[in-house]
Each structure stands twice: as C-alpha cells, then as structure tokens.
C-alpha cells in the first residue's frame, strides 16, 4: 500500500519569509497524481497545488511551489512571501493515476508569526 | 464553486446511538468519499462511491455504512456509536474524467466537516 510521510508535525515561519514543507511518499507505481492541501482553522480543506508524476516541471501557483523529485520520492512544498492567512494544517496527499485510492499524509501545522 | 455541504459542524451522541451524517454536492460529481480525520493520523478513508447506490471500502469501514440514493447526497451512518468514533468526519466530491466508473479524477472537493462526539 502507498504511504504518505510528512515528518514535520509543526512549523513556523515569520511572515513575509519561505518556509518548505517537506513529504515523502511510496509508491511501486510509475503514474501518479501529488497534492498538497491546505485546511485553515474551523474551515474547509482546499486544494494548494497539484503535481502530475509524469511532468518533469515543478508544478507552481503565485506565491505556492513544489520540489518534486520522483526518484527520491519527495514532494516538497516551498511557500514564499508568508502571510498570516498561510496559517493552517497542510496535507499532502498521493494518488494513483488510475483509481481513486487518495492517501494523505499526518499533516502539518503551520504558525505564521507577525 | 463547487460547494460541499455536511449536515452539521458539530454533533455530540451517546453511545450505541444510531448516526446519520449527511452530505450534498452542488456540481453533479460522480464520485464522493467519507473521511476519518484524527490527529496524527491524517485523513483516512471510511467509504467511496462513484454512482447512485455503487459503494466501496476504504480502509476503515468498519462500524459504519453509507447511502447515495442520489447522485448529489451521500450519507454516513454508525450503526450503533462507540467512544471510539469519536472524531473529526469529512466529505469530498470529485469529478471523474474519461468516463470510467471510479476511473481518472482531479482533485477532491470538501466540506467543512462534522466534529462528532460519542459519550
């Protein structure tokens, strides 16, 4: 079965600064889908950015970028510019390409301090 | 915007009660999941469904069951709540592409999730 490890329970970081979260996965599949989550305090966990295994270019969204380093099996995510809105629970999560088996990492939290 | 809704943001029951906790999805998604989180542990999946009454396993089916009668509700249901259900429950939809019952799909949609305590 695939696993989903984030070794790092909590992070901090001060805002404005970057912080890299790190996750690392297992998987004997060579296609596969890598997602990074984000659930604010009492809300709703929404989608951070999304990594497809077979595309060699590190997936980006504005201030939200990823390492992905599929021999390693390393999904990293690199926040930049923090803001305290980052402040949240970040998941990172693997899916098969071919099925709906999503696994999710323990998470981690992060603390943006002013 | 997709929305994902769940019934309730928070419940308490007592024990060996029956639980229904529901779940509606506005964007006419094929599939949709129970999850299970706890701390520590992540997300977990409880039950899948990628039809009208078609239902699958996750990893921890145990103690619970689920219904989709229509494609935009989904119910979890504890059969009879223990102490140990105690727990944070969330919803998800997706959308499946290429047309494969349970086959590709992007991301998955949440909701807010259901705080349940079992006393």
């Known amino acids: 079965a695939q696993t989903v490890t984030q070794s790092q329970p909590e992070m901090s970081v001060q805002e404005a600064e970057t912080v890299t979260l790190s996750c690392t996965y297992d998987?004997?599949?060579?296609?596969?889908?890598l997602f990074w989550y984000k659930q604010p305090p009492s809300r709703q966990m929404i989608l951070v950015i999304r990594?497809?295994?077979?595309?060699?270019q590190n997936a980006t969204e504005n201030r939200f970028s990823v390492n992905f380093q599929k021999a390693a099996k390393s999904f990293s995510l690199k926040i930049s510019d923090s803001q305290l809105g980052d402040a949240a629970m970040y998941f990172c999560?693997?899916?098969?390409?071919?099925?709906?088996?999503?696994?999710f990492g323990a998470g981690t939290r992060l603390t943006v301090k002013p | 915007d997709v929305k994902v809704t769940q019934s309730s943001r928070y419940l308490v029951k007592r024990t060996g009660e029956k639980v229904f906790l529901e779940c509606v999805q506005d964007?006419?998604?094929?599939?949709m999941f129970w999850y299970r989180q706890d701390p520590g542990l992540g997300l977990r999946l409880i039950y899948f469904?990628?039809?009208?009454?078609?239902?699958e396993k996750g990893d921890i089916p145990e103690g619970y069951s689920v219904s989709r009668e229509k494609k935009e509700r989904f119910s979890l249901i504890l059969e009879s709540a223990s102490t140990n259900q105690t727990s944070m429950y969330l919803c998800?939809?997706?959308?499946?592409?290429?047309?494969?019952?349970?086959?590709?799909?992007?991301?998955?949609?949440f909701g807010p999730g259901t705080r349940l305590t079992v006393t």
């Open positions: 990594q497809e295994a077979y595309k060699q």
């Open positions: 998800a939809s997706s959308l499946v592409v290429g047309g494969l019952a349970g086959g590709f799909s992007y991301e998955q949609y």
């Open positions: 998987t004997s599949e060579s296609d596969y889908y």
């Open positions: 469904s990628y039809d009208v009454k078609m239902k």
């Open positions: 999560a693997y899916r098969p390409y071919y099925n709906n088996d999503m696994r």
């Open positions: 964007m006419d998604h094929e599939n």
